[in-house]
């Protein structure tokens, strides 16, 4: 008779079908081509909310992690293959660029080592983002505004001003942003009645430029008020908020004192400066596509010596310009005189982003939409002080009466 032990062996030994092979089972590990697949989803997923591709976004981190991201597939040719059956939406189709510059290198993973961030080299979990921080720093350091009584009349008087017509809500921007103006915040109006700036926000490779910072006094419609940083309020607004434009009648008020206060009363003639019309002569389609463009501008030098380097410069659209019409100005303010003229215009300025030599974007604020005729009659309606009476017709190209 077998005994216990033998007939065991004896089943063990006699499993062609390996039934009774029990191994040790673990869940795999990601692959590097899972990895690289999962990255690039959430590029797409970026592209199917916003509808265009990742940009070097420097007030959004997250964003600019995706355009690094896509930036180095777009470097790897290998990559690039692997994923050409998720590439849905034509993200890959671009021109192999050269590697010039540090980030260049850390893109382009030839051999996944970074893994693309699929396994969250990037990711901080437990670290805010500008988005959040401004967030927080926008709500958070709300109190109830002791003396709303000084403000509560005004911030009728703009709701008012909205209905009617008189003020309108555009586009909010950085060059905006400034004290005596109001704005609008996921739908609360908000006055940014002072800032007092203490301390500048460095410059980095990634495009962000020098600009102040410090804390405000911000002051809301439902009766509070804020001292949050000049930079968080620029970041809430920039994510959810609009400009309100000034009332007609303060834009009036305005060009007449400054017109008045344009002549300085000398006892010789000394010259001033000049005023001048450049026309772009920029290859870029999206400039060169625009009918009558114009900057109007103001030099102490000779026009020629201010416009010599133009090409290198983004106020001049980093192209070289002709030289229009200029004035040789006397016994005037040209600063003055410069800033009627884009009052005048203001509502056919130009809006684009240019970026400098460095990748900096830069907006151009004195390139404007109007015949070059309308731009010199203008100017010499300025000369003469008949210009307080009238307005330029934007969607007519005249000037008309007030």
């Known amino acids: 008779?077998?005994?216990?032990?033998?007939?065991?062996?004896?089943?063990?030994?006699?499993?062609?079908?390996?039934?009774?092979?029990?191994?040790?089972?673990?869940?795999?590990?990601?692959?590097a081509g899972e990895r690289l697949a999962a990255s690039f989803d959430e590029v797409?997923?970026?592209?199917?909310?916003?509808?265009?591709?990742?940009?070097?976004?420097?007030?959004?981190?997250?964003?600019?992690?995706?355009?690094?991201?896509?930036?180095?597939?777009?470097?790897?040719?290998?990559?690039?293959?692997?994923?050409?059956?998720?590439?849905?939406?034509?993200?890959?189709?671009?021109?192999?660029?050269?590697?010039?510059?540090l980030d260049d290198i850390l893109n382009d993973d030839t051999f996944d080592i970074l893994g693309n961030d699929s396994e969250g080299l990037f990711t901080f979990n437990h670290t805010p983002t500008d988005a959040e921080r401004a967030k927080v720093d926008f709500v958070a350091r709300r109190k109830k505004c002791k003396d709303f009584d000084k403000y509560e009349l005004m911030f009728k008087q703009v709701q008012a001003d909205l209905a009617s017509g008189k003020r309108k809500l555009v586009e909010f921007s950085y060059e905006s942003l400034s004290k005596g103006n109001f704005y609008i915040?996921?739908?609360?109006?908000?006055?940014?009645?002072?800032?007092?700036?203490?301390?500048?926000?460095?410059?980095?490779?990634?495009?962000?430029?020098?600009?102040?910072?410090?804390?405000t006094v911000t002051i809301f419609e439902n009766g509070t008020e804020s001292n949050m940083m000049f930079q968080s309020l620029y970041k809430a607004l920039q994510s959810n908020g609009q400009m309100v434009t000034q009332s007609s009648e303060q834009v009036n008020e305005e060009f007449i004192v400054n017109?008045?206060?344009?002549?300085?009363?000398?006892?010789?003639?000394?010259?001033?400066?000049?005023?001048?019309?450049l026309k772009s002569l920029s290859q870029n389609e999206e400039i060169t596509s625009i009918k009558n463009l114009y900057k109007i501008g103001y030099s102490s030098t000779s026009v020629e010596e201010r416009?010599?380097?133009?090409?290198?410069?983004?106020?001049?659209?980093?192209?070289?310009?002709?030289?229009?019409?200029?004035?040789?100005?006397?016994?005037?303010?040209?600063?003055?005189?410069?800033?009627?003229?884009?009052?005048?215009?203001?509502?056919?300025?130009?809006?684009?982003?240019?970026?400098?030599?460095?990748?900096?974007?830069?907006?151009?604020?004195?390139?404007?939409?109007?015949?070059?005729?309308?731009?010199?009659?203008?100017i010499s309606m300025i000369i003469d002080g008949r210009v307080v009476n009238y307005r330029y017709d934007k969607e007519n190209e005249i000037i008309i009466k007030r």
């Open 1 to 31: 008779m077998k005994t216990k032990e033998e007939i065991l062996k004896e089943i063990f030994e006699n499993d062609p079908l390996g039934l009774l092979d029990i191994k040790s089972q673990k869940s795999a590990a990601r692959t």
């Open 185 to 215: 915040h996921n739908g609360i109006l908000l006055f940014l009645k002072d800032v007092n700036f203490d301390k500048t926000i460095k410059t980095f490779k990634s495009g962000m430029r020098n600009r102040d910072d410090g804390r």
């Open 44 to 101: 797409n997923l970026f592209f199917e909310k916003n509808n265009r591709e990742p940009k070097p976004n420097p007030s959004n981190i997250s964003e600019y992690q995706l355009y690094s991201r896509l930036k180095g597939i777009r470097e790897n040719e290998e990559k690039k293959q692997d994923l050409a059956p998720q590439d849905k939406y034509g993200l890959l189709t671009t021109k192999k660029k050269e590697i010039k510059s």
């Open 307 to 378: 416009i010599k380097n133009a090409e290198n410069e983004a106020t001049y659209l980093m192209a070289a310009v002709k030289l229009e019409s200029s004035w040789l100005c006397y016994n005037m303010n040209p600063q003055k005189f410069e800033k009627l003229i884009h009052q005048f215009f203001g509502n056919s300025c130009l809006d684009i982003e240019i970026n400098d030599s460095k990748g900096i974007p830069h907006r151009p604020r004195e390139w404007f939409i109007a015949p070059l005729k309308i731009i010199e009659e203008a």
């Open 259 to 277: 017109f008045n206060d344009i002549t300085e009363i000398t006892e010789d003639d000394k010259e001033r400066g000049y005023i001048y019309i």
